[in-house]
C-alpha cells in the first residue's frame, strides 16, 4: 500500500491532528481486499483514495505500484540482507523484483487481488495478515514496511514490536515515512473519488522524526534515513534478542486462507518457505 501527500476536500478540510485510539490489527474486516481497491489493482490505475469522514483524501498511488521498481524502489532492494519478507506487498513489484534477481523473498498482503497480482508477477505471497502467523518468524533477514504500510493497525508502535517478532536477532526493517513531520492515528476508507468505498479501518500516517521516537521505544536502533524521488525512507536494526521477544499469540481468522501453502504446521528457514511455496 502507498500513499501521496494529502489532498484536502471540502470546506475547512485540513490535516488531522488528532489521535485516534485503534486496536493494532489490518484483519478480520480485510478493506483492502473490497472494491474499489480490488477494482484498481485489476486495471492497473486510479483514482484511489484514503477517505476520512470529513472528507479530507490522501491519494494512493496505484499506478506506481503496479509498475516495475522504479529508482526508489531499487535503492531499497539494494540494501535488503539476506530472506526478506514484504510486509503489505500489493500487487508485488518488490517481490517480483527480488524474485528476478534471486534472493528468497515473501510477499504478505490481505488483499486476494494483490497477492494473486504478485503471484502472477512470479513471486511467492500469502493472503496474511501481519498480526497473524506468518511462516518463518524470528528468522527473516529484512522486512519492508514500504508505501505507507507503517500505517498497518493505526498502531505504530504495535507494529514495530511484532516486525520484531518476525525478524531474527540483529534483522533489518525498511520503512517508507510519509515527507511530512506527522505523527497521527485515524479511521478511514478505500475510495475511488466517484462514490464506491470500502469499510472502515484504522490507519497511522508516521514521518521520520515519529517514527525514530517509536522506534527507539520498540527496541530498533536507527541504521540510517534517505530520500528519493520525493519519498522518505528509514532503515532500523534490531536491538533485542530473539529471548527478549514474545512469540505472537494471535489466533488466525478463518478467512484467511493463503493463496499458496502457508508451512505453519512446522518452523522452517524463510528460504525453505520460499522453496517450498
Not at 484511489?48 to 490522501?58: H, M, P
Not at 481468522?253 to 504446521?265: G, H, I, K, L
Amino acid at each position: 500500500m502507498s500513499a501521496a501527500r494529502p489532498v484536502p476536500t471540502g470546506e475547512g478540510a485540513r490535516p488531522v491532528t488528532a489521535l485516534i485510539g485503534c486496536p493494532p490489527s489490518d484483519s478480520p474486516a480485510r478493506p483492502w481486499s473490497a472494491d474499489p481497491y480490488t477494482d484498481a489493482l485489476r486495471t492497473g490505475r486510479g483514482p484511489l483514495f484514503l477517505r476520512r469522514t470529513d472528507g479530507w483524501l490522501l491519494p494512493l498511488e496505484v499506478e506506481r505500484w503496479c509498475a516495475e521498481a522504479d529508482a526508489a524502489d531499487r535503492e531499497v532492494l539494494r540494501r535488503c540482507e539476506g530472506a526478506v519478507l514484504d510486509v503489505g506487498c500489493g500487487p508485488g513489484r518488490l517481490v517480483a523484483a527480488l524474485s528476478a534477481q534471486g534472493r528468497p523473498v515473501l510477499g504478505i498482503d490481505v488483499s486476494e487481488a494483490a497477492v494473486a497480482h504478485t503471484v502472477r508477477l512470479g513471486g511467492q505471497a500469502l493472503r496474511r495478515s501481519v498480526f497473524e502467523p506468518v511462516p518463518g518468524e524470528g528468522r527473516w533477514d529484512t522486512a519492508l514496511l514500504i508505501d505507507g504500510n507503517v500505517g498497518i493497525g493505526g498502531d505504530p508502535h504495535a507494529l514495530l514490536r511484532r516486525m520484531s517478532q518476525l525478524l531474527a536477532d540483529k534483522g533489518l526493517l525498511i520503512v517508507e515515512t510519509a515527507p511530512v513531520d506527522v505523527d497521527e492515528r485515524v479511521r478511514v476508507r478505500v475510495a475511488d473519488g466517484r462514490g464506491a468505498s470500502g469499510t472502515s479501518f484504522p490507519w497511522a500516517r508516521v514521518g521520520t522524526p515519529a517514527l525514530l521516537r517509536h522506534a527507539d521505544r520498540a527496541g530498533w536502533r536507527p541504521e540510517g534515513q534517505w530520500t528519493a524521488d520525493d519519498r522518505s525512507f528509514l532503515a532500523l536494526r534490531n536491538r533485542s534478542s530473539r529471548s527478549d521477544r514474545r512469540t505472537s499469540s494471535t489466533a488466525e481468522p478463518p478467512n484467511s486462507a493463503a493463496v499458496t501453502s502457508s508451512q505453519r504446521d512446522r518452523k522452517p528457514s524463510p528460504e525453505s518457505v520460499v522453496a517450498d511455496l
